[in-house]
């Protein structure tokens, strides 16, 4: 095949739709003693495939929960059928993962699955979420959920310095 048919033909694949994901819905409640209650559903009604896995992607390194399913001893919440367990991150620090145990488990398209929960001391932040099906399929969007607390800055620093130094004298 000549070098312009074969880039054509790539082009055509490259500009090819992919199967429309599920989207993962989140939601953050303050527990007033300085942790946050995160709660997920795979709202699929509107997706191009079945979700078999979808893993959270933190911008940190250390999550601050156990990351498997209560039913193992973890502070994760699973409907039944499912697990969690730690993930191995594509583009953040850390991930979660929730794994379906049996394909009749999996989020088919047109239905939605609620119950995935877990408790964090980090406060809400955007955070980027991917999902693949049993046979290959993926998709990836944003949700809320535990983000890094944002580093001291310059100011935050000098106050912390001027506060330290009256508190010595």
Same mark, same amino acid.
């Given at each position: @095949?000549?070098?312009?048919?074969?880039?054509?033909?790539?082009?055509?694949?490259?500009?090819?739709?992919?199967?429309?994901?599920?989207?993962? !819905?989140?939601?953050?409640?303050?527990?007033?003693?300085?942790?946050?209650?995160?709660?997920?559903? !795979?709202?699929?009604?509107?997706?191009?495939?079945?979700?078999?896995?979808? *893993?959270? $992607?933190?911008?940190?390194?250390?999550?601050?929960?156990?990351? !498997?399913? @209560?039913?193992?001893?973890?502070?994760?919440?699973?409907?039944?059928?499912?697990?969690?367990?730690?993930?191995?991150?594509?583009?953040?620090? *850390?991930?979660?993962?929730?794994?379906?145990?049996?394909? *009749?488990?999996?989020?088919?398209?047109?239905? @939605?699955?609620?119950?995935?929960?877990? =408790?964090?001391?980090?406060?809400?932040?955007?955070?980027?979420?991917? $999902?693949?099906?049993? =046979?290959?399929? $993926?998709?990836?969007?944003?949700?809320?959920?535990?983000?890094?607390? $944002?580093?001291?800055?310059?100011?935050?620093?000098?106050?912390?310095?001027?506060?330290?130094?009256?508190?010595?004298?």
């Amino acid at each position: @095949m000549r070098g312009w048919a074969l880039a054509l033909v790539a082009g055509a694949l490259a500009g090819a739709a992919a199967p429309a994901g599920a989207g993962i !819905v989140g939601s953050s409640a303050a527990n007033g003693d300085g942790t946050w209650t995160y709660s997920y559903t !795979v709202d699929n009604t509107a997706g191009g495939f079945d979700v078999a896995i979808w *893993s959270l $992607e933190f911008d940190f390194a250390s999550p601050d929960w156990n990351q !498997v399913e @209560m039913a193992s001893g973890g502070d994760v919440a699973v409907p039944t059928g499912w697990i969690a367990d730690v993930g191995v991150p594509v583009a953040g620090q *850390s991930a979660q993962d929730f794994i379906s145990l049996d394909p *009749s488990g999996d989020v088919a398209v047109g239905a @939605m699955l609620a119950g995935f929960a877990f =408790t964090s001391a980090f406060a809400p932040g955007t955070i980027s979420y991917l $999902e693949f099906s049993g =046979t290959g399929d $993926e998709a990836d969007g944003t949700t809320v959920g535990p983000s890094a607390p $944002e580093p001291l800055g310059l100011g935050a620093l000098a106050l912390l310095a001027l506060v330290a130094r009256r508190a010595w004298r």
